[in-house]
């Protein structure tokens, strides 16, 4: 079986956890932590980060930290992974669900400006895939509205918008360190921000709200959150070669798309749009409309042939969980719907070789054939 993802571990990783190891540090008061929250705020840009435990509990922590709550609303893309919506929900607000782009899968902008009420505190962008949302009039509608921004960008490792890295432009940004990320801590996550204040309550919420003057006694509640050294040790090693990975990955992408092009039935990843190249977190396929089979079944044809695979994400708006508490009855987000059911995605990980690549690619037009 060719595996969906498998991480690339040959740099500095080994030195660097020998080294927690060695020095006894190998819980989040270690100094990998606060190193790799410093290299990691200088690469994209951002004056503060805050390493915590995954990329799911950063989102919550970011709505939490923005003091978003009962009667607030926020807005995000319906077609995401459920921990976005998830961390909403939890702060006792309400998330409202707009459509995406049938191209970019990216949320549709026009239909955010439509959806804006005052109940509307924040907006929650996600990129996804590997090519960036459009910054620019999410900027303007936040700006105007005086909105928060939370920018998620756990798939966004070095990309950019017009320029300007992901994960530099929200009030809280976000990041995912998963296995199948550009770089990864195994599990781990990143807050980062610029403004002092937001950057220290995060720091608290993350330390189980621990405040001065008295350790033991609380004023908020918080998580426990914290990042171990031996995470952050990986995270170092990893960031180091981060350039080296998006290359990598732009390559595996290109090279895919050769392999695949002009498959019949088969909708392959947009390479690139105006503002950006796509780093191609994931190479996902979508099924036409007149293939007489769905994605689920198209994946076990290909498990069947030793490639394995993942769906896409599955809409918001289609949740079992949040229609059962109420949420997003009567929404209708065609594309998103459609993207759920159609779409998934090949091996992809930084250690696939040109050889598995190959198989991967014969397999899917033996399929489609």
């Known amino acids: 079986m060719i595996p969906v993802n498998e991480p690339l571990l040959d740099g500095n990783e080994k030195k660097y956890l020998a080294e927690c190891i060695?020095?006894?540090?190998?819980?989040?008061?270690?100094?990998?932590?606060?190193?790799?929250?410093?290299?990691?705020?200088?690469?994209?840009?951002?004056?503060?980060?805050?390493?915590?435990?995954?990329?799911?509990?950063?989102?919550?922590?970011?709505?939490?930290?923005?003091?978003?709550?009962?009667?607030?609303?926020?807005?995000?893309?319906?077609?995401?992974?459920?921990?976005?919506?998830?961390?909403?929900?939890?702060?006792?607000?309400?998330?409202?669900?707009?459509?995406?782009d049938a191209e970019t899968w990216n949320m549709v902008v026009d239909q955010v400006a439509a959806r804006i009420t005052p109940r509307t505190k924040a907006l929650m962008v996600v990129h996804l895939y590997g090519l960036p949302c459009d910054m620019g009039p999410l900027l303007a509608l936040a700006q105007r509205h005086g909105l928060k921004l939370i920018e998620d960008a756990a798939e966004m490792h070095g990309q950019t918008w017009q320029g300007r890295p992901c994960g530099s432009f929200g009030d809280i940004s976000t990041f995912s360190f998963y296995p199948n990320k550009h770089i990864t801590t195994g599990e781990g996550g990143m807050l980062v921000m610029d403004d002092d204040a937001l950057a220290a309550r995060c720091r608290r919420l993350r330390n189980l709200a621990f405040a001065p003057p008295r350790r033991f006694v609380h004023e908020e509640l918080g998580w426990n959150l914290r990042m171990s050294n031996l995470q952050a040790a990986l995270g170092c090693a990893q960031l180091e070669r981060l350039d080296e990975f998006v290359a990598r990955k732009r390559a595996m992408g290109a090279r895919y798309t050769a392999l695949l092009a002009g498959t019949p039935g088969l909708q392959l990843p947009l390479a690139r749009t105006a503002d950006a190249d796509s780093i191609y977190w994931v190479y996902g396929l979508v099924l036409a409309d007149e293939v007489p089979f769905d994605a689920d079944e198209a994946m076990r044809r290909l498990a069947a042939r030793g490639v394995g695979c993942r769906p896409f994400f599955w809409p918001m708006h289609e949740q079992p969980v949040f229609l059962r508490m109420g949420l997003f009855h009567g929404e209708q987000l065609p594309v998103a719907e459609r993207l759920g059911r159609r779409g998934f995605y090949i091996p992809s990980g930084m250690a696939l070789t040109p050889a598995q690549m190959a198989t991967v690619a014969a397999a899917v037009k033996d399929l489609m054939a």
């Open 22 to 100: 060695d020095s006894g540090w190998i819980s989040s008061e270690g100094p990998f932590v606060e190193r790799f929250e410093r290299e990691f705020a200088a690469r994209v840009g951002r004056k503060h980060a805050v390493a915590v435990c995954n990329g799911s509990l950063a989102l919550d922590a970011a709505v939490a930290a923005l003091d978003l709550g009962p009667g607030d609303e926020v807005i995000l893309p319906s077609f995401t992974i459920i921990s976005c919506a998830t961390a909403i929900v939890r702060a006792g607000a309400t998330p409202v669900v707009v459509d995406c």
